[in-house]
């Protein structure tokens, strides 16, 4: 979560029934480690209390009375320019409007008009206002001034009517949040492929093989190669997780699909990360029905599954081939000397060993305790930390291996 540490967010929160969102999004930013501001429309202390949000962050939360005789001489500039990133959510059609216009006649706009950081809108509103030509205008408007949006979504309305103009869900809107603060990171304009989860190979229609990974260490990979500015494709087998704002997820089962999968989608690409835990097996023979259990025990005779990396690696000279491939190791015995062959046969420029007999690290686990190793010979061991932490030190290796 580093990139929302001791970030200055202000939280403009406008009167909609979705305000509840907001205190949630408060939270969530408070416990990333973000310093929330929090400014209250009118209309939004109709429906939620600023000392909902003071609790939640542990700061002021700011009002209109402020605006007139606050003890701050002139507030809105000083909350205007402290501020990283100014969200406003949920964002009304009438904030939008006034936002739009350049008016500034509360706090929370004239706040919006001397700030000089990205703004980003969780606009919340009933059926058919969004759609309204005068919103769609509005909200172009905004758009050309560089103005963020995050949704809204469709779906059911306070009103019991469905349609688009849902706010979303806090956790999604931080996802934005975070795109938005990482816009000019060390990794902006580039462009990485990263695969994550256990592959599925099938016995018959029902029944596959797959492996203990959860993708959690792929999926943080893409998080963090967002937070840095990355564009990512997410090339990802079944796993139960949600994947990042922002990330384009192709989905996959097999190791031949993933295969295909990281061929189509790798045109153009600065880097792959092969966090995947492909299957090196996979049955021979596919049944075309449900192997039944009168007909006995069924043999299953395995063969080799496509290695993905080797692929790539026969392609090494060939201009179409990623600048930095990533690869992992996940060994349960020698696995500095496994990890140093796979590095060079799979003609990688860095590969991540994880010893997979320790419990507390690696497969389907919150931490992870890796070891990163270069052709060069260098090692850099890092200590038992969370898959989020280790992502961030991957994700800045890369950044230097493409810088060179
Ligand atoms: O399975 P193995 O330990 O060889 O995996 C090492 C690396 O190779 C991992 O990065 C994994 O994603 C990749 N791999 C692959 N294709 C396979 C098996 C593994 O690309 N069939």
Known sequence: MSILKEKRILLGVTGSIAAYKAADLASKLTQAGSRVDVILTRAAEQFISPLTFQSLTGRKA????????GESHILHVGLGH??????????????????AQGQANDLLSITALAAQCPILLAPAMDVGMYEHPATQENARVLQERDVHFA?????????????????????????????VLGKKGKL????????????????????????????????ALAQAALDAGAEVILVSAPT??????????????????MLNAV?????????????????DFRPAQVAERKLKKRDGIPQIQLEAAPDILKRLASQKSSASRPRVVVGFAAE????????????????????????????????????????LLTPDG?????????????????LARLGDLLEK
């Not at 304009?189 to 596959?208: M, Y």
């Not at 260098?378 to 991957?394: G, M, N, Y």
């Open 332 to 371: 349960s015995r020698d696995l500095l000397a496994n990890a140093s062959e796979k590095l060079k046969s799979k003609k990688l420029d860095l590969i991540v060993a994880n010893d997979i007999s320790a419990k507390d690290a690696g497969f389907d686990v919150d931490e992870n305790r890796v070891i």
């Open 62 to 69: 700011y009002t209109d009375s402020e605006l007139w005789g």
């Open 82 to 99: 402290a501020a990283e990133l100014f969200i406003i959510a949920p964002c009304t059609a009438n904030t939008m409007a006034k936002l």
């Open 263 to 279: 061929l189509r989608e790798s045109d153009e690409v600065d880097a792959i990360i092969m966090a995947a835990a492909v299957a």
């Open 378 to 394: 260098k090692k850099e061991k890092l200590s038992l930390r969370s898959k989020i932490e280790v992502a961030e030190i991957i």
């Open 151 to 179: 949704g809204p979504a469709e779906g059911r309305m306070a009103s019991g009517l469905l349609g688009r103009g849902r706010m979303l869900e806090p956790a999604e809107v931080l996802g934005h949040a975070r795109r």
């Open 240 to 257: 139960a997780l949600i994947p990042p704002v922002g990330a384009k997820r192709v989905s996959v089962q097999s190791a031949e699909e």
């Open 188 to 219: 902006a304009g580039k462009k990485i492929l990263i695969s994550a989860g256990g592959t599925r190979e099938a016995i018959d229609p029902v029944r596959f093989i797959t492996n203990r990974s959860s993708g959690k260490q792929g999926y």
